[in-house]
Nanobody, 123 residues
Framework: VQLQACGGGLVQAGGSLRLSCAAS????????MGWFRQSPGKEREFVAA????????NYADSVKGRFTISKDDAKNMVYLQMDSLKPEDTAVYYC?????????????????WGQGTLVTVSS
C-alpha cells in the first residue's frame, strides 16, 4: 500500500487549501482513512478520519467546523478541505490508512502513512 499526499503550501490566515491523498494497493474501501499533522517539536496529532463507507467522519475539536474530510472510492482518493485556516494549523499533514476495518484517533491504529505535505499559514 502506498499513500501519496499533496496540496500543501503557503496561505494567509483565513484562507483555504485542499489536500489530496492518492492510495494504491490494498483494498481502499475496506479501511478507515485519516489525516494527521505534526508541528516542529510536537507529537503527531489526529485531525480527521472518514469511515469505510464515507458515511461517518470524525474531527479533532481544533478543526471541527473548518475542515472537511471526504473520499472518492472510484479514484482511491481522500481529501481534506481546510477553510478558515489559522497560523496554528501550520504543520506537515499526513494521510494514513487504518490497520483494521475500524480506527479512532490514535496513530497506533493506522498502519500505512503518506510522506506528508507541508501547510504553512501566515498571520
Amino acid at each position: 500500500v502506498q499513500l501519496q499526499a499533496c496540496g500543501g503550501g503557503l496561505v494567509q490566515a483565513g484562507g483555504s487549501l485542499r489536500l489530496s491523498c492518492a492510495a494504491s494497493g490494498g483494498t481502499f474501501r475496506s479501511y478507515v482513512m485519516g489525516w494527521f499533522r505534526q508541528s516542529p517539536g510536537k507529537e503527531r496529532e489526529f485531525v480527521a478520519a472518514i469511515s469505510r463507507t464515507g458515511g461517518n467522519a470524525n474531527y479533532a475539536d481544533s478543526v471541527k467546523g473548518r475542515f472537511t474530510i471526504s473520499k472518492d472510492d472510484a479514484k482511491n482518493m481522500v481529501y481534506l478541505q481546510m477553510d478558515s485556516l489559522k497560523p496554528e494549523d501550520t504543520a506537515v499533514y499526513y494521510c494514513a490508512r487504518s490497520r483494521t476495518t475500524w480506527a479512532g484517533i490514535s496513530t497506533a491504529q493506522y498502519l500505512y502513512w503518506g510522506q506528508g505535505t507541508l501547510v504553512t499559514v501566515s498571520s
